[in-house]
């Protein structure tokens, strides 16, 4: 029994720029990624470049998960869009950070500034996010 | 960090001179240098921040001696000696750089005395770097590393009160410096552990997935996103050996069986994988570099961007092989690294071994099937029942083979024609050429086409009528196609082959064919088999033969029909070496007059 979902909406930033968000719900592994897949195949069909994945209620995320994200996001940026990762939980994050993804991803702490990313330009790559402080081993 | 966190960032102390002040000066430069001692001590103790603590102590030495620069280097044995760890101003020293501190005096690397080291007393590699006086940092016995600074801005050498000051300093700092060195080392052990357990959760994760899939694209795609995933990698190829189930043939001679490409990503699709890779990944043992080979085939990897290629041994020999390109982090393929990559291609060779084993497995149970399937058909196209025939004895019986065979026989009672009221048999029998599903319909083909002709395929067959004849009891007419020509025993023991006929059923369309007439008496015993009998296999592999088949028959023609079958049979399972399975079916009639 899959214990994740993907559910997709369509959000727009203070200025009018369309964005498509995935908000991911469970466990992505091995086993659910392609679930995932599935949901950034269904993006790159309806021509959805600009993607906030919003991981609010995202509790688990294995490498398999993590490499859907990366299987995706070079078509996604090749088409001027890019995927921006928003509102992990630390513990998800903490996977983000150890396999080094916060150099590769934008990631924010809010939809809301994810969403402001987008305003500062759609087509520029992603910098660098800075960690949430509470994922610093202290 | 900047000078504002130095709280202990005190005026310089005055250097000592022959003022009429002096003894008050010396004082006061003594309880400065106390209360400073002090500060820097306990400011450096409330921080665990490494760079915090080498920050301020370093700022603390550079204030109070007049020094520009300096800087503290960590004792680093696993890197070869010390490392620069916090600079401040301009010095000859790059934070990150080892240096080993060995000259020909002594080495430092080696013997570390505790003690303060100035001028020419300063190791030379140290000496070279501007470096004026080095204080060790020692913790306990523990060494932690130096505190090196440059000459005093005056160009007046250190006095001994400064240097004794500084040492101070260290000696007191050293403290704080090894605890925030234990902080940093737990929070690296910490690291590399979460490191660790994610690459275990990655493994287990894929393992308890893999195992459970069996489409080969499906586990492509897992070590795909895996991959990608863990080492943030694009660029990434799995090959996979050909089948190795016939690890024989792949001698040293002989050609290796090729690599097949199983899973490409990242724009790897240039890369071609030709015989002469092949031959270059299965010639080695562990991690190969491309960019550091000679060859064709590792430069077109390098030129394709691969900078890994391990190769998966199973049984001692290359069986996989995954090639990655670079981490997009930047980051260098660590050990770590290496020994998860090797565990990752060997849980997807395994399981796509698997898959593939499975899946002829699967493969080859669905067959046996159809074939049990077909068997059966065929069994019922067989008659359930001879029929009742006057004046004759008629036994009839076939063994199929391990496979569906295309052996047929079959007797039938025709109707009396108007002008000859007597009763007539049909007799036929007929092996199809080859055997499996396609033979047996073949021969149901025959069956249902009543005459054995214009079949397409090959079929030989004998078809024989046995009716009254008013000189003898029966009279038999036949056509032989290209069948073991029947055997016809006579009472007196004389052996007849039935012959006449023609070519194999359907080999030639439109051919001729004869029939022969024989007539039966009291007494005698026609056989009419397949080669299953005649071709029959003992152990040392010699065929039943003809020759013994009539001496069977022979031996046994007193008995009934049925007798005379059971005790061939027999025969020919005891000279096979019973109860091995027979390798062509066994089918015979036997027709006797009684």
């Known amino acids: ?138 | 960090m900047d000078a504002s966190e130095t709280r202990s960032a005190d005026p310089p102390s005055p250097a000592a001179g022959h003022s009429p002040q002096q003894r008050t000066d010396q004082q006061r430069t003594e309880r400065f240098d106390l209360r400073a001692l002090y500060e820097t001590s306990s400011l450096l103790s409330s921080s665990l921040e490494l760079d915090f603590v080498l920050g301020n102590l370093l700022l603390t030495a550079l204030s109070k001696l007049l020094v520009t620069r300096g800087a503290v280097l960590l004792w680093r044995p696993a890197e070869g000696g010390y490392r620069v760890a916090a600079t401040k101003g301009g010095t000859q020293m790059e934070e990150g750089t080892v240096l080993a501190l060995d000259d020909e005096r002594r080495s430092l690397d080696r013997d570390d005395d505790g003690e303060p080291m100035r001028g020419a007393g300063v190791p030379a590699p140290l000496r070279e770097r501007g470096v004026a006086l080095a204080l060790p940092l020692r913790s306990g016995e523990r060494r932690l590393g130096l505190l090196v600074l440059g000459p005093k801005a005056t160009g007046a050498p250190f006095a001994d009160a400064e240097v004794e000051f500084v040492a101070s300093l260290a000696s007191m700092s050293a403290a704080a410096v090894g605890n925030a060195l234990l902080v940093e080392e737990l929070r690296t052990a910490n690291r590399d552990l979460d490191g660790k357990v994610q690459q275990m959760n990655t493994l287990f994760d894929l393992s308890q997935e893999m195992g459970a899939i069996r489409e080969e694209a499906r586990l492509g795609k897992l070590l795909s996103y895996a991959l990608m995933g863990q080492m943030a990698v694009r660029r990434h190829l799995f090959l996979l050996r050909q089948d190795d189930d016939d690890a024989e043939d792949d001698s040293a001679n002989g050609p290796r069986r090729p690599f097949q490409t199983v899973v490409r990503g990242g724009g790897a699709d240039d890369v071609e994988v030709t015989p002469a890779l092949t031959e270059a990944i299965c010639g080695r043992r562990k991690l190969v570099r491309p960019a550091d080979e000679d060859g064709a085939s590792w430069d077109a990897l390098a030129e394709a961007g691969f900078d890994i290629v391990l190769p998966i041994r199973h049984r001692d020999e290359v069986c996989a092989a995954l090639a990655l390109g670079p981490k997009l982090t930047g980051a260098p393929y660590e050990t770590g690294d290496i020994e998860f990559l090797y565990s990752l291609g060997n849980l997807a060779y395994t399981s796509l071994r698997n898959a593939r084993l499975l899946e002829e497995q699967i493969e080859k149970e669905r067959l046996e099937q159809e074939i049990a399937l077909a068997r059966q058909a065929q069994q019922r196209l067989l008659p359930q029942q001879l029929p009742a025939a006057n004046g004759v004895e008629l036994a009839a019986r076939t063994v199929p083979s391990r496979e569906v065979g295309g052996d047929y026989y079959d007797v039938l009672s025709l109707p009396g024609r108007a002008d000859d009221e007597s009763e007539r048999l049909l007799l036929a029998i007929a092996d199809v050429t080859g055997k499996g599903v396609a033979a047996s319909l073949l021969m149901a083909n025959v069956q249902a086409a009543r005459k054995l002709a214009d079949q397409p395929g090959q079929s030989a067959g004998v078809v024989a009528r046995a009716g009254p004849h008013p000189e003898v009891a029966h009279t038999l007419d036949y056509v032989n196609a290209g069948h073991n020509p029947p055997m016809l025993l006579r009472a007196g023991g004389e052996l007849e082959r039935l012959e006449t006929g023609g070519l194999l059923l359907g080999v030639m369309s439109g051919a001729d064919y004869d029939s022969g007439r024989v007539e039966l008496a009291e007494g005698d015993t026609l056989a009419i088999f397949t080669d299953g009998a005649t071709e029959a296999m003992n152990p040392d592999d010699e065929e039943f033969g003809e020759a013994r088949l009539a001496e069977s028959l022979r031996a046994h023609r007193d008995v009934s029909a049925e007798g005379v079958l059971d005790a061939v049979f027999e025969d020919v399972r005891a000279f096979a070496g019973a109860p091995a399975p027979l390798g062509d079916d066994l089918t015979m009639v036997v027709l006797r007059v009684p």
């Open chain 1, 1 to 138: 029994m899959s214990n994740f979902s993907v559910h997709s909406r369509a959000a727009h930033s203070a200025h009018d720029v369309a964005v498509h968000v995935l908000d991911l719900e469970g466990e992505l592994d091995a086993h659910t990624a392609s679930d995932l897949e599935a949901a950034f195949e269904q993006c790159r069909a309806e021509d959805h470049h600009r993607i906030i994945v919003n991981g609010a209620d995202l509790d688990y995320i294995s490498s398999a998960g993590l490499g859907v994200f990366m299987a995706y996001v070079e078509d996604v940026r090749e088409a001027g869009g890019d995927i921006k990762i928003a509102n992990l939980k630390p513990k998800v994050y903490n996977v983000f950070d150890l396999l080094g993804f916060p150099m590769l991803f934008d990631i924010e702490d809010t939809e809301e500034e994810a969403l402001a990313r987008f305003e500062e330009n759609a087509e520029d790559a992603p910098e660098p996010s800075d960690a949430p402080g509470e994922n610093r081993i202290a």
